[in-house]
T-cell receptor
Framework: ETGVTQTPRHLVMGMTNKKSLKCEQH?????MYWYKQSAKKPLELMFV???????ENNSVPSRFSPECPNSSHLFLHLHTLQPEDSALYLC?????????????FGPGTRLLVL | AQSVTQLGSHVSVSEGALVLLRCNYS??????LFWYVQYPNQGLQLLLK??????LVKGINGFEAEFKKSETSFHLTKPSAHMSDAAEYFC????????????FGAGTRLAVHP
């Protein structure tokens, strides 16, 4: 595997379910990110992790819970989601979390909440 | 605060014609500027990045962009469109200092017709 991978690629869940999205980067980077891409809104940054420490939470509801066990892996735990949470969730990584570092994106997980 | 405006949510060109995708930004500090491309059902791929080393930046697939500080613009061009260029293009801004927060424009969907 190379670059940034995400699993699953597609996920359908009910509002009472609990699920997790997984991201893995094979680039030796130290910073990882979650973004949300909705149909009618620009890409929104959700969380930033630097060396496994969360350094930014962009006013994301608590029903989204990130976890970064090491610098290569990032999870997004989902619970009691709403239909408006349906979107493409993109993971990215960069060498470090300094401003201006190039971010490399995974293919995304397409989430549908019923 | 930083922001990005992409003029034209949809652009249509003929194969072989010039591609021009517009991006204007606002930033109180010297910015880093990026263009990313997203093909259907895929993540974002970096086309090019402005870092202040040169105002004309060459990217992959024959694309280039010119940074014009006086116009606060970073328009993306390609001399001759190819069918494979059909995709959505995103302009983004980041700043030096602070955490690596990419602010994206709303995107421009490029259609290329024979």
């Amino acid at each position: 595997e190379t670059g940034v991978t995400q699993t699953p690629r597609h996920l359908v869940m009910g509002m009472t379910n609990k699920k997790s999205l997984k991201c893995e980067q094979h680039l030796g980077h130290n910073a990882m990110y979650w973004y949300k891409q909705s149909a009618k809104k620009p890409l929104e940054l959700m969380f930033v992790y630097s060396l496994e420490e969360r350094v930014e939470n962009n006013s994301v509801p608590s029903r989204f819970s990130p976890e970064c066990p090491n610098s290569s892996h990032l999870f997004l735990h989902l619970h009691t989601l709403q239909p408006e949470d349906s979107a493409l969730y993109l993971c990215a990584s960069s060498q470090d979390a300094s401003g201006g570092e190039t971010q490399y994106f995974g293919p995304g997980t397409r989430l549908l909440v019923l | 605060a930083q922001s990005v405006t992409q003029l034209g949510s949809h652009v249509s060109v003929s194969e072989g014609a010039l591609v021009l995708l517009r991006c204007n930004y606002s930033s109180s500090v010297p910015p880093y500027l990026f263009w990313y491309v997203q093909y259907p059902n895929q993540g974002l791929q970096l086309l090019l990045k402005y870092t202040s080393a040169a105002t004309l930046v060459k990217g992959i697939n024959g694309f280039e962009a010119e940074f014009k500080k006086s116009e606060t613009s970073f328009h993306l061009t390609k001399p001759s469109a190819h069918m494979s260029d059909a995709a959505e293009y995103f302009c983004a801004v980041s700043r030096s200092g602070g955490y690596n927060k990419l602010i994206f424009g709303a995107g421009t969907r490029l259609a290329v017709h024979p």
